[in-house]
Each structure stands twice: as C-alpha cells, then as structure tokens.
C-alpha cells in the first residue's frame, strides 16, 4: 500500500483520506484524520465531531473534553512513546444539523480505512473507546461480548498480533464518574505499559529529535 507525504511537516496522508466517498457523510464534513508518522498505541473513538475552521482538526483533539483527558493520560510518555487518534467513522453523522451517533452500515463502509490505518502503523495495543466501538470491533474479529465494569478492570483480547482494549469513553466518565478519573488514568496507564512491556518494545531515545506531528 502506498504511503504518501505531504510537503508541509512531512505528515502521513493515508490513501483513503481524499477518496472516500462510500458512505455520503463525507458531504457533511471531510474525513478527518490524525498525522503523525508511527504510533504503538491507538485510541479509537466513534465518529468525527463537528470542527469549526479555528479548531484542530484531528480526532479526539485536545480542544475537546474527551480529548483532554487522552492527552492527560498521555502526558507523561509523550516523549516516550508514539500515539495516534482515529474514529471508526471519519466523517461527521448529522440528522436535522444535529450530530448523531453512527449506524452501523456506516461503520461497515469505514471500516476499512481503520484496516489501512492499521496495517500502515502496526500498533501494539489498540484501546477502544465506550461500548458502541468496543462491540463493533469485537463482533468484526469475532470475539466475544466485552463487558465494561465499574472498577476499571479491562479485559483484552488479541487479533493479528495486536491486543484491543475496551474502556470507558472519556465522556462517559467526565459525564457520570468524574470522581474516578485518576483512578481511570492510572488503570489505562498501567494497561498499556504492561503491554509495552509484554511486547519487548524498546522506547525511544528521550533525548532523541521529536518527529513532526
């Protein structure tokens, strides 16, 4: 699969990112995509949010709530490890101007623009975020049922060399547990590093030049 560079911060464009055009969402906003070169870890939301021309336009950016509390969870590896942000469905789902969750003949027509992001980047674990993405995703790998309990305790599976997580949307716990949220960054934190470590991945040099992003 041919991987192109754009001329400006030599940034990543996936094959998929002007093309798609399988499901019409595309007329509510372009797919959006994240930018950087590698990744170990992925977060992976629903669907696009709605972004005006002053905001980033990346998935799960920071200048969401939910993205803010990724970027807490990152914060301390930044430098030491790779992350990359996507969506199962890249475009924005509206109904009367007003986002709605995606149904899952959209999901499908995505799906394989989440395969290109994999195979382009191979990460080690996938973490996948709230109930609607993590059923999907175990349903397509033909996985059982993953149940998201209230003590935080994620259970995993794995699929072509690649260990997928479900856990709770950072909305969801913002929202409704938002006395837990240390304890929801430590418990994610400690996940990923023990797949870090299971995996034999060595961190980068921190005193190495940071890649463009």
């Known amino acids: ?61 920071a200048d969401t709530a939910s993205g803010s509390l990724v970027a807490a969870i990152e914060e301390p590896f930044i430098n030491e490890l790779h992350f990359y942000k996507t969506n199962l469905v890249k475009c924005l789902p509206l109904r009367d101007n007003k986002i709605r969750y995606p149904i899952e003949e959209e999901m499908e027509k995505c799906f394989p623009n989440f395969e290109n992001e994999l195979e382009i980047y191979k990460p080690s674990i996938v973490f996948l975020l709230g109930k609607q993405v993590a059923t999907f995703i175990s349903k397509k790998y033909s996985v059982g049922k993953m149940n998201l309990n209230g003590q935080f305790n ?22 409704y547990k938002r006395k837990h949220v240390k304890k929801y960054i430590r418990k994610i934190q400690s996940r990923f590093l023990e797949n870090i470590a299971e995996s034999n991945i060595k961190f980068p040099n921190k005193n190495s030049k940071k890649r463009a992003a």
């Open 1 to 61: 699969m041919a991987v192109k560079y754009s001329q400006d911060l030599n940034r990543i464009i996936l094959p998929c990112k002007k093309r798609c055009k399988s499901c019409g969402l595309y007329l509510n906003q372009l797919p959006i995509f994240d930018t950087k070169e590698q990744s170990q870890i992925f977060w992976v939301g629903l669907s696009a949010v709605q972004i005006a021309d002053d905001n980033e336009k990346r998935p799960l950016s």
């Open 154 to 175: 994620y259970d995993s599976f794995s699929y072509n060399g690649v260990t997928y997580v479900p856990i709770h949307h950072p909305s969801y716990i913002l929202v």
